[in-house]
């Protein structure tokens, strides 16, 4: 996914000037590159994955930076979500109405995941686990604990980030979820613990 990384400081470029004056005296501005094509055109770049498609994920990665650095009270919008992640979501939001704006279906994701944001700034973490290393913020790993021990996976938060009662913790709510039981807090894990309602 590098492809994503080298477009995205042009596309953040793009629309950081858009939004530091924020819109016109009538609340309209100038949407740039992908942001102004419909979902349907999004849908078939997503299904054959073509060049366009990791144009999608440029532009989103530059937007959120640019929402990141104006959107007051934010510091991450998207604090442990992946680009593939959001397009997936963006993806299925797509499916619900084709003829609607790229922009104006990452705005209402965007809308829907504030409420969740990391609101200032916080230190990242490395997670090591079988010789594989991953990056969180500790912020993010607090919270995951906390809805872990909310839910009797864990007992308490332990005086560490990520410890080995956490890290079966993680493993038994995916076990109970269906998914790779790796211990990692992996996007899914996630997106299961964040995002879904408890039965």
């Known amino acids: ?10 596309m953040l470029l793009s629309v950081h000037t858009g939004l530091a004056s924020a819109a016109d ?11 102004k ?9 997503a299904e054959q994955k073509s060049t366009d498609y990791y144009l ?13 650095r104006f959107q007051p009270e934010n510091y991450d919008a998207t604090p442990w979500q992946t680009t593939e992640l959001l397009l997936a979501l963006l993806q299925q939001d797509c499916e619900n109405g084709k003829d609607r704006h790229f922009l104006t279906v990452t ?3 965007l809308k829907a995941l504030f409420p969740i944001r990391l609101p200032a700034e916080s230190a990242l973490v490395a997670i090591d686990v079988n010789d594989a290393k991953s990056y969180f913020y500790v912020e993010i790993l607090k919270r995951a604990k906390q809805r872990l021990r909310k ?3 864990l007992k308490d938060m332990g005086s560490s980030d990520f410890d080995q009662a956490t890290l079966d913790a993680f493993k038994h709510f995916q076990r109970d979820n269906g998914l790779a039981q ?18």
């Not at 996914?1 to 042009?10: D, P, Q, S, V």
């Open 151 to 153: 839910m009797d996976y």
């Open 56 to 68: 999608y994920g440029g532009w989103l990665e530059g937007y959120i930076s640019a929402y990141n």
């Open 25 to 35: 005296e009538d609340g309209k501005f100038a949407v740039k590159g992908a942001g």
């Open 182 to 199: 790796t211990g990692v807090p992996d996007q899914n894990t996630l997106m299961n613990l964040f995002l879904k309602k408890s039965a």
């Open 1 to 10: 996914m590098n492809r994503f990384k080298a477009i995205t400081l042009a």
């Open 107 to 109: 705005n209402g994701l």
């Open 37 to 45: 094509r419909l979902c349907s055109n999004f849908l078939l770049a």
